[in-house]
């Protein structure tokens, strides 16, 4: 498929998917300010049924809400389900998965440097992770370890740095980065179509009969919920990870994703708390500084300057000679000791210090500096337009 079509796909895929993302995680944030923020109902609503109400003024309209302390005495006519907020932000975050790390496997997903997976292995092998991690994470809720929400709590999020930690052996650092938020995201998603629709569902029919509905639902429920609420920080960051190379580049980026995974959970806990009246800024200043800790931990060490190449131009495109072009026009920034004064770490994990990494990026190499003159950054190291002509000749030639 041509670059263009691709990055065409690419731009649909991801604005649809940052779309119904903010719709399932804004929906997310409203409920769950909504529930932990109702307050006493009125004497003629505890008459009616109601365990908790809440006025709100928004753009202009007042709105009275109320919940229900177990369920109404008779099904609305219309109910309002909240669930393809969150299969669509599934369904747009998985093809997009698929065309960046499937169909590009070879530039995205596979690091040879690592492990030289074929294809449809390294595609087996990310499936296979999507697939087994919510698996696992289900079986360890089903389990009794699951009364203890603390115990359960520490073991998944073992689970996750064992998970970050072995996709980081086998493939790109930013693929697995990007396959620890697609396992938290299927997950969350999962929940919400195999835990908590069916118990919704369960409670509209028992409501339907005029039974009490069974509490093993809600309780099901409620920790699916707790796990979903104080995951959509972490994952949000996730989804935008793969813009910070000091993050998914660092030699332990499996516990760089931890700190960070810990740090947006713990931010997410100021938040529920203030919702019900709670205010605890000791949590953000915590979190502030543990940001800044890992800052500093993570931070890059001063690099030795290598010497600068030369460039001799022939009028046969070889090997050599595209080296020589990508090593003196882009590698200042795309090297693994970057000598650039802002770019520190290689941008987008892309390294072209050597013949092999010019090879594995030469369709990326051609779409970002030959179809279009996006790259180098900014022109910065001020790259001609002949030689731009020669990199598309030597691409096009492999
Ligand atoms: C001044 C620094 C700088 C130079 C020089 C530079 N780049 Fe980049 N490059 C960046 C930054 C920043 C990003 C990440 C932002 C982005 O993806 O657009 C990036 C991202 C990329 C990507 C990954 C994004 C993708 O579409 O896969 C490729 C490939 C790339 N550059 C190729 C090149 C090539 C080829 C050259 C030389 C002709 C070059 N760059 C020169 C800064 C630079």
């Excluded at 719709?23 to 923020?37: E, R």
């Excluded at 006025?55 to 006519?77: R, W």
């Excluded at 030689?387 to 096009?396: A, D």
Aim: glycine residues 6%; proline residues 5%; charged residues 15%.
């Amino acid at each position: 498929m041509s670059a263009y079509i691709i990055d065409w796909l690419n731009l649909l895929l991801r604005w649809a998917h940052l779309i119904t993302g903010i719709a399932w995680i804004g929906a997310s944030f409203y409920f769950v300010w909504l529930d932990n923020s109702l307050e006493t109902p009125t004497e003629d609503n505890k008459k009616r049924g109601f365990g908790g109400q809440l006025s709100s003024i928004h753009a202009g309209g007042f709105y009275e809400v109320a919940k229900y302390k177990l369920a109404p005495p008779m099904m609305p006519q219309h109910l309002h389900w909240f669930k393809w907020e969150a299969y669509s932000t599934w369904i747009t975050g998985f093809f997009l998965l698929a065309l960046m790390f499937y169909v590009g496997a070879e530039t995205y997903l596979i690091d040879s440097s690592k492990m030289s997976l074929n294809p449809l292995t390294a595609i087996a092998i990310s499936l296979g992770t999507l697939a087994g991690g919510w698996i696992v994470y289900d079986l360890l809720c089903k389990s009794p370890l699951s009364k203890n929400g603390w115990l359960l709590g520490i073991i998944l999020l073992s689970f996750v740095a064992l998970v970050a930690w072995g996709l980081n052996q086998i493939f790109s650092d930013r693929a697995a980065y990007l396959h620890v938020g697609a396992l938290i995201g299927t997950c969350m998603a999962a929940n919400v179509f195999f835990v908590i629709m069916p118990g919704q569902k369960a409670l509209v029919a028992a409501v339907e009969k005029g039974d009490a509905p069974d509490p093993k639902y809600a309780a099901a429920s409620k920790v699916r919920s707790v796990h979903n609420n104080y995951l959509t920080l972490p994952i949000l960051f996730l989804m935008i990870s793969n813009h910070y190379p000091m993050t998914y580049g660092h030699p332990q980026a499996w516990a760089v994703l931890m700190a960070i995974l810990l740090i947006g959970a713990w931010t997410r806990h100021f938040f529920n708390l203030k919702h019900k009246g709670i205010v605890k800024p000791g949590i953000l200043i915590s979190a502030a500084i543990a940001t800044l800790i890992l800052a500093w931990a993570i931070a890059p060490k001063a690099l030795p300057k290598p010497a600068a190449a030369s460039s001799d131009p022939v009028s046969i495109v070889t090997n050599e000679e595209a080296l020589s072009i990508v090593q003196q026009r882009c590698a200042s920034c795309h090297s693994a000791t970057p000598t650039d004064d802002i770019f520190k770490a290689a941008p987008g994990g892309v390294k072209l210090d050597t013949e092999q990494e010019m090879m594995q990026w030469a369709p990326r190499i051609m779409a970002r500096s030959v179809s279009s003159k996006d790259m180098p950054f900014m022109n910065k190291t001020a790259m001609t337009d002949e030689e731009r002509i020669k990199l598309g000749t030597w691409i096009t030639a492999q």
